[in-house]
């Protein structure tokens, strides 16, 4: 065994597998049991580690469902730069259709459409989310802007404009929201974009 420390720097060791199985488990729990389900006990037998390895991962379920939240929306709806703003925005658009369809997707829209009368902190998490996703997104978009693909853009209502036909399909649930359906509301929403910039 080696003693110079290397096993806990080693990329995708212990400590990156637990946290997965860990959160993992904590989106499984949400889907099922809801937010008042999600109990530390719970979640330390289903990712088979110790109530203390959650603990000292996260000390209170606030700090959990942050992390685990914002873990799903990055690995679930990246916003990719391929150079192509509207390939990226087509990616995104449908990686959120396909994250909404599935349960812990669902649990996790739950909670960012959490309303602020409800009290119980999950609406400031959900706007904390929605917040730094919103800068991810206007960084994407400004970077279409500097190279020509976009007019200057909000990212609020860009994502009002792409979410909106998702969520009618997702609780409509009368077929699946396909790549192409993302691609023909992306662009109808780019070319909108267009036609109110040079109005």
Do not use: C
């Amino acid at each position: 065994m080696a003693g110079d420390g290397s096993r806990a720097r080693r990329p995708g060791g212990r400590t990156r597998q637990v946290t997965e199985r860990l959160s993992a488990a904590a989106l499984d729990i949400l889907a099922e049991k809801g937010v008042d389900g999600l109990q530390y006990e719970e979640l330390a037998a289903r990712a088979k580690v110790g109530r203390a390895t959650v603990y000292r991962r996260w000390r209170n379920r606030d700090d959990l469902l942050r992390d685990v939240l914002a873990r799903f929306a990055e690995a679930s709806v990246p916003i990719a730069d391929t150079g192509d703003v509207v390939h990226d925005l087509t990616t995104f658009l449908h990686a959120f259709a396909e994250a909404s369809a599935t349960p812990a997707g669902r649990a996790v829209l739950q909670i960012l459409l959490r309303r602020v009368d409800e009290g119980d902190g999950l609406h400031r998490m959900g706007l904390e989310l929605l917040d730094r996703r919103t800068d991810d997104l206007q960084r994407r978009l400004d970077r279409a802007t500097e190279a020509g693909q976009l007019p200057p853009v909000e990212a609020p209502f860009v994502n009002m404009m792409l979410a909106g036909p998702v969520q009618w399909f997702v609780l409509r649930r009368s077929r699946p929201f396909t790549l192409t359906d993302a691609r023909e509301v992306v662009e109808l929403v780019v070319a909108g974009l267009w036609r109110d910039h040079r109005d």
